[in-house]
């Protein structure tokens, strides 16, 4: 059986940093390429990172929004994909999503390739 957890959002001060964790079970993670995603009110659910196979290298991609602010990483022996963030602003409230995509070992940041979906994360930041 297929799950995905997401954890470790919460409320930070605008330039502050929180760390998310993505819990998978039930997948081979090691083909899977894994991504993270957003969607704020009112908003289309924007792809942020995703993190290829280690089959295949563990080719990162990053959307430029999050470039130098993000970073994504795998444990394949935890089946964890997490996501550090840093110099977090307004801009960045939103339900975070973490989610494999079992039909592509190579990942793109596109949300429609990816299955599975979690319950997402809140993240909030505010003064």
């Known amino acids: 059986q297929f799950e995905v957890v997401e954890s470790g959002g919460g409320l930070v001060q605008p330039g502050g940093s929180l760390r998310l964790s993505c819990a998978l079970s039930g997948f081979t993670l090691d083909i899977y390429a894994i991504g993270w995603f957003r969607q704020a009110p009112g908003k289309e659910r924007e792809a942020l990172s995703c993190?290829?196979?280690?089959?295949?290298?563990?080719?990162?991609k990053e959307a430029d929004t999050v470039k130098g602010r993000f970073t994504i990483s795998r444990d394949d022996t935890k089946n964890t994909v997490d996501l550090e963030m840093n110099m977090l602003q307004p801009d960045d409230t939103a339900i975070y999503y973490c989610?494999?995509?079992?039909?592509?070992?190579?990942?793109?940041?596109?949300?429609?390739?990816?299955?599975?979906w979690g319950q997402g994360v809140q993240v909030t930041v505010s003064s």
């Open positions: 993190i290829s196979g280690s089959v295949y290298g563990s080719v990162i």
């Open positions: 989610a494999p995509s079992v039909a592509q070992g190579v990942c793109e940041l596109r949300p429609f390739l990816y299955d599975y």
